[in-house]
């Protein structure tokens, strides 16, 4: 990943403490203070601190001056000095020493007396001995010290407690010992990079929302990588070269005889003077111990026996073909209306309520994948659940299903109750069951009978993509173009989740649409109806109702409903679906047979009408660099559109693309204390009822 020259050119947040002369500071960890105060040339510099630091810092790394000339031309003004790329309030808050060839250690005492540091950067040189301890740089946000001779079995001392921190670079160096789990514990970590060096010993759990680069490629670490978000979403690349690991993450199965952690707590082992002694009774205890554990096993296994008789006769009881009736049925099939939509598929929001019921054919429902959730709710809750029509497609109806309990899960109808084969339904089905990626939303459980199939998903209550675009007509919202920074954000969702689905042979979306598009709890951006296109019979008529949005979103080569759909056909959708977020416009015509090859010109301009209009400056803050990005953005976009499937981007390259740009925008940004761009401003412009709780 080609991160290098973009993170070093990271600009530091600005000083929440505000500016002035005789700002009090305190700084390291003798809690000393110090003023500041202007010299001759008018310039502000510190009376202590940061100059003698720097001077004393030089003198670890470069005492002949061959490379730096810091006090060299008798100059106060350090905010001039090689290396010192910003300063506020004449303290050094961006030190970039980069490729200059130093050698030697740093010194622990005089960097930690630059404070006020917001970036520190000293790849690529020739540095060795122990990374320093660093707990005094309690305003570090970014870190690179990648590309060194750093060694030593101690990770460095205090770089758990600095909070701030948003990147950490230590890649490229000979540093050994165990990853710290303490890293898990810094809540804005963005990227980590730790790959070849010596690491050894497991993988930390990370779990941090906001972590979006990790690389631990080319270490000796072992055992299995956990399933939390951010590594589930990491590339293979960022495990390789660890031959003792094993997980889903590089398709290598963790097995009973395979790598393990290494142990977190040694074992107790007996003393050899008491050896002798148990080897008296030993066999003894073994046939007491095999006799009572028989008895105590022969007695679980009729216990489980009987409560799964009983629950069979019990399920056996309940008849099933489910019918949405009192009132849901009558929905009207119309294109979609915009409105709230928990559960995807096309909006047609009626608010029609009802009730679902079974009447008639065996079924069971079954839960898929493994889940706290698994049992909380079984077939006779749903039995008595209320229903919301929440929307209709080509596949089939989507109802928000409330039980007595106050649980709520969306329900997809499927319109085909015999295509395909039960067999081959239920296999696919349960294929699909096992997805879990952070964007995707998570399908829980399915019902098949003789004439009914249902599939069961959770419920969320913040609404589609559609809904954050267009607005719903219940809250009288308009589309509008989205900030970039937010079409950035929405775009790396789903390339996320749509990369996972096409890393599993053969599996494609098939039904890629802004309704298809969920807000999570976070509101991050997580595909549904995933997988399903394979239920529709592909000898059924074509739906009179399906609106034209819906089929612009289809590949040319896959709007005839006979042909499959493929990945490619997906990467298509997923073009379609950017220049829906830079436009505000649904794709009611076949935006590449209109446009063509000037569909940037047609993007810009639409942006530019929309900013005329709100009345925005172009040119003020947050708009800095706004062209360049977007341009990024659309040129993914046109890569993704092109008519010949095999001319697309694939997937990987553009979720690749998409970091890249979303990384830039991040470590670039003037003020990293908040989020890039304006995603938080897009969300809380929503009205209440499109994005509070239930």
Request: glycine share 10%.
């Amino acid at each position: 990943m080609a991160m290098g020259t973009g993170l070093a050119g990271l600009g530091p947040g600005t000083d929440p403490f505000g500016a002035g002369l005789g700002q009090l500071n305190g700084f390291g960890s003798g809690n000393e203070f110090k003023f500041l105060e202007p010299d001759g040339s008018g310039s502000v510099r510190s009376t202590t601190s940061d100059y003698d630091a720097l001077l004393a810092l030089k003198m670890s790394v470069d005492p002949s001056s061959n490379f730096l000339q810091w006090g060299v031309a008798n100059s106060t003004d350090i905010c001039t000095w090689q290396g010192v790329k910003q300063c506020l309030n004449g303290r050094i808050t961006k030190l970039v020493v980069e490729g200059f060839n130093l050698s030697g250690q740093l010194d622990s005492e005089s960097l930690n007396q630059l404070d006020q540091l917001r970036v520190l950067s000293f790849k690529q040189n020739s540095l060795s001995g122990q990374i320093p301890p660093l707990s005094g740089l309690v305003n570090l946000k970014s870190l690179f010290l990648n590309d060194n001779r750093f060694s030593g079995g101690i990770f460095p001392v205090g770089l758990s407690l600095l909070h701030r921190l948003k990147v950490i670079d230590l890649s490229g160096n000979e540093l050994s010992g165990q990853i710290p789990g303490s890293l898990v514990d810094l809540p804005r970590l963005y990227l980590l990079y730790l790959q070849d060096n010596r690491f050894s010993g497991a993988v930390p759990p990370f779990n941090q929302n906001s972590l979006r680069f990790i690389n631990v490629s080319n270490n000796a670490l072992s055992g299995q990588i956990p399933l939390t978000p951010p590594l589930l979403g990491s590339n293979r690349s960022s495990f390789v070269g660890n031959i003792g690991l094993c997980g889903e993450q590089i398709q290598k199965p963790c097995t009973l005889s395979g790598p393990s952690p290494s142990p977190s707590y040694p074992t107790i082992l007996p003393s050899k003077k008491n050896v002798g002694s148990r080897k008296t009774n030993k066999k003894l205890i073994i046939i007491i111990v095999s006799s009572v554990g028989g008895f105590f096993v022969v007695c679980i296994l009729a216990l489980v026996l009987v409560m799964c008789l009983r629950r069979t006769s019990k399920r056996s009881e309940v008849r099933s073909k489910a019918v949405v009736g009192r009132g849901v049925d009558e929905a009207a099939a119309t294109p979609p209306s915009g409105g709230d939509n928990g559960g995807g598929g096309d909006n047609n929001n009626n608010n029609k309520r009802g009730s679902i019921s079974w009447d008639e054919g065996n079924g069971n429902l079954t839960f898929l994948g493994s889940s706290d959730q698994l049992m909380s709710y079984g077939l006779e809750d749903l039995l008595k659940a209320s229903a919301e029509t929440l929307g209709r497609g080509t596949i089939g109806s989507t109802y928000k299903a409330v039980m007595e309990s106050g649980y709520i899960v969306t329900v997809k109808r499927l319109k085909e109750a015999r295509y395909p084969k039960m067999e081959e339904f239920r296999r696919h089905i349960e294929i699909l069951g096992r997805l879990r990626h952070p964007n995707l939303v998570p399908l829980r459980a399915y019902f098949q009978a003789k004439e009914e199939r249902l599939v069961v998903y959770d419920y969320f209550p913040n609404g589609s993509l559609f809904s954050l675009v267009h607005g719903s007509r219940s809250s009288g919202g308009s589309s509008k173009p989205l900030h970039w920074t937010s079409c950035l954000k929405i775009a790396e969702d789903l390339a996320a989740g749509l990369l996972y689905i096409h890393q599993n042979p053969g599996l494609t979306h098939g039904n890629l649409k802004s309704t298809n598009v969920l807000l999570g709890s976070d509101f991050e951006s997580c595909l549904t109806d995933y997988g399903l296109t394979l239920f529709r019979n592909p000898d059924s008529p074509p739906e009179e109702s399906s609106s034209a949005s819906s089929l612009f979103y289809r590949a040319p080569e896959c709007r005839d409903p006979r042909k499959p759909i493929t990945q490619q056909a997906d990467v298509y959708s997923y073009g379609v679906l950017l220049l829906e977020l830079l436009t505000g416009k649904t794709p009611f015509q076949d935006l590449v047979q209109e446009y063509g090859s000037d569909i940037p010109k047609w993007v810009k301009s639409i942006r530019e009408e929309e900013t005329h209009e709100s009345g925005d400056d172009p040119n003020s803050s947050g708009n800095e660099g706004s062209e360049e990005k977007m341009s990024a953005i659309l040129n993914i976009a046109m890569g993704c559109v092109c008519v010949a499937p095999e001319n697309r981007l694939a997937m990987k390259d553009v979720l690749r693309m998409m970091r890249e740009a979303r990384g830039e925008v991040q470590l670039s940004s003037n003020s990293s204390d908040h989020s890039p761009g304006r995603w938080s401003d897009t969300v809380q412009s929503l009205s209440r009822e499109d994005h509070s709780s239930i």
